[in-house]
């Protein structure tokens, strides 16, 4: 069974930065895509930002495009999420997905497994 483990979540002040880590398991992690998704209370989970197996394409969310970055280290299995300017808007649980699909995706259903997901909290 595979197993993604995020860690990185945390309270931190508007205008601050965190490094969300997601490290896969079980898997053939250079052969996937891998997504970042954050569900906040109330809400469905939403897109944040994807990247592809090599690392050479990426994909973010309008509302985080020029804060986040995506990044993955396919010899340590482990895809980052860098936050930098946060706004309390971004509070949410942060969760890494895995797409064993030929295209990168962008929604919820394109992935195959979660992790459990890791608290981000922006004070304002």
């Known amino acids: 069974q595979v197993q993604l483990v995020e860690s990185g979540g945390g309270l931190v002040q508007a205008g601050g930065s965190l490094r969300l880590s997601c490290a896969a398991s079980?898997?053939?992690?250079?052969?996937?895509?891998m997504g970042w998704f954050r569900q906040a209370p109330g809400k469905e989970r939403e897109f944040v930002a994807a990247?592809?197996?090599?690392?050479?394409?990426?994909y973010y969310a309008d509302s985080v495009k020029g804060r986040f970055t995506i990044s993955r280290v396919n010899g340590k299995n482990t895809v980052y999420l860098q936050m930098n300017s946060l706004k309390p808007e971004d509070t949410a649980v942060y969760y890494c997905?895995?797409?064993?699909?030929?295209?990168?995706?962008?929604?919820?259903?394109?992935?195959?497994?979660w992790g459990q997901g890791t608290q981000v909290t922006v004070s304002s």
């Open positions: 997905g895995v797409d064993f699909g030929t295209q990168v995706g962008v929604g919820a259903d394109d992935y195959d497994f």
């Open positions: 079980r898997l053939t992690f250079s052969n996937y895509a």
């Open positions: 990247i592809n197996w090599s690392g050479t394409i990426t």
